[in-house]
């Protein structure tokens, strides 16, 4: 498939480029306040499923959003040794 297939409209806005970017943000902030109140690890997959994809789609922020749910997961299981 062709590398512009999979690239991002150049007229769409910066909210429409990185939708799931922005969604896993907002996930990783209700997360880390789950985590940090009932001490639960184990849905530290959904952010990290959700960074995935918007690496997937190619969005011109994923890095950010791979970045906010590993950070999730450490900050989570840092929260549960403890």
Wanted: aromatic share 6%; net charge positive.
């Amino acid at each position: 498939m062709p590398p512009r297939v999979l690239a991002p409209r150049s007229g769409s806005g910066i909210y429409q480029q990185n939708r799931t970017t922005i969604a896993v943000l907002g996930v990783v902030g209700l997360y880390l306040l789950l985590a940090a109140s009932t001490h639960i690890v184990l849905l530290g997959i959904f952010p990290v499923s959700m960074s995935l994809r918007a690496l997937r789609r190619r969005e011109p922020f994923a890095f950010v959003a791979v970045a906010a749910a590993v950070v999730a997961v450490v900050v989570a299981v840092s929260m549960l040794v403890r």
